[in-house]
């Protein structure tokens, strides 16, 4: 063999040998996520990263929801949990009592992206003692939808306050073909509840639902189905999609829900729908704030490259990307400036609401509240088989020392 062929076989053996360690040295983050949507953008996401940084391969997995927790929480016991993944706030403290997140804040603060989120996203998404594990990526506020034909036809201006509220509905109802307010009796109406009674002082916690205060801002929305009759009799029985549906049909001129129906809504009414905050009870508003975000978990090996990962799905122009398959709003300013997934009032109107959104507190007396005590409670003061007092010492008996 010559000299000349020797040397080019030992280039190519350096050349295949660097690139075995180039190939060794490159790092796989796992990274579980949950999208319905047929359309879905994470392998343009994953591509366009991977491109940015070649010694990083993500391994993206479309978990079905339904089981999306019983699979992340079996992976963590079983020491297979991935890299990263899509969490939300009724987890942390499972899982921060497993040990398996990692603690993000330190990351947060020297990120540059840092001064692009939101202002209140990282206050609402903190943990216990305020330590950040969460990094937010998507998000939705519950708001004030509005008819804006039936306003303009009674010559009224959309609520600011709780008492222009119950005014309004008073004058919009029309009975039995009109209510002035579509109100969500049923399962998962506790956080419309929550912008008339949580806003006035009410709190889940000892003592909190029973003050006069709290018994009496909730014997004023139980007054408004009762006394005032601005409320659809269905109202006791009724869920999102009675809502929603009377809403559309011109059966109610205003209820609450988040930016997830505007789309809907906008292709039955078109400018006939508008949206605002929700009003003010006593000076203070109270709003629902919905929420999904990222987490690094603690047995991850790769944690540098599953947070380089986390960070890039937050950047403004990705995370617009991320938010088209699900409907919800994007954590940035810019983002949410660009955002046009949405017409431009439901944005503002949620934008808008973001400073005063809160979370309920995370603990197991709240999942009964939410899940089935609230419902129940809600649908006897409505119907009068309890007064609204007795509504209140009902549920305040989930909230003790």
């Not at 089981?67 to 706030?89: E, F, H, Q, R």
Request: net charge negative; hydrophobic share 40%; glycine share 8%.
């Amino acid at each position: 063999m010559s000299k000349i062929t020797l040397k080019c076989a030992a280039a190519a053996a350096a050349i295949v040998a660097g690139l075995g360690f180039a190939q060794a040295q490159a790092e796989t983050v796992r990274f579980w996520y949950h999208f319905d949507n047929p359309e879905n953008p994470m392998s343009g996401l994953v591509q366009k990263f991977e491109k940015q940084n070649p010694d990083i391969t993500i391994e993206a997995d479309n978990v079905p929801w339904n089981s999306y927790y019983d699979n992340l929480y079996t992976a963590i016991i079983g020491g297979n949990a991935p890299d990263a993944a899509m969490v939300k706030l009724f987890a942390q403290p499972r899982l921060v009592e497993m040990g398996a997140l990692e603690p993000i804040g330190d990351r947060i603060d020297a990120w540059d992206g840092k001064k692009e989120l939101l202002d209140n996203l990282l206050k609402l998404n903190a943990g216990p003692d305020d330590t950040q594990y969460y990094l937010p990526i998507q998000y939705v506020v519950l708001y004030l939808y509005y008819r804006a034909d039936l306003f303009k036809e009674a010559g009224l201006e959309p609520p600011k306050t709780c008492e222009e509220f119950r005014e309004d509905a008073k004058k919009l109802t029309k009975a039995p073909d009109r209510y002035g307010f579509g109100f969500r009796g049923g399962k998962g109406g506790w956080d419309q509840w929550g912008s008339f009674v949580l806003s006035r002082g009410a709190k889940l916690e000892p003592g909190g639902l029973t003050t006069p205060e709290a018994i009496k801002a909730n014997q004023w929305l139980v007054d408004m189905f009762q006394t005032d009759k601005s409320i659809p009799p269905s109202a006791p029985n009724d869920g999102f999609q009675e809502i929603i549906g009377a809403f559309k049909s011109g059966k109610t001129a205003m209820t609450i829900h988040h930016i997830g129906s505007s789309n809907d809504l906008v292709a039955a009414l078109g400018d006939k729908v508008s949206a605002v905050p929700v009003p003010k009870c006593d000076g203070n508003a109270w709003t629902s704030y919905g929420d999904e975000s990222l987490a690094l978990f603690s047995a991850s090996e790769n944690k540098d490259a599953a947070w380089k990962w986390m960070t890039f799905l937050a950047e403004p122009e990705n995370n617009i990307e991320f938010v088209k398959a699900t409907g919800q709003m994007p954590v940035t300013k810019t983002g949410s400036e660009q955002y046009d997934g949405h017409p431009k009032r439901f944005v503002e109107a949620t934008v808008n609401s973001l400073p005063f959104a809160h979370v309920l507190p995370q603990t197991s007396a709240t999942a009964d509240f939410v899940n089935t005590e609230w419902q129940t409670a809600m649908q006897q003061a409505l119907t009068g088989q309890i007064t609204a007092e007795a509504m209140m010492e009902k549920l305040q008996g989930l909230f003790t020392e």
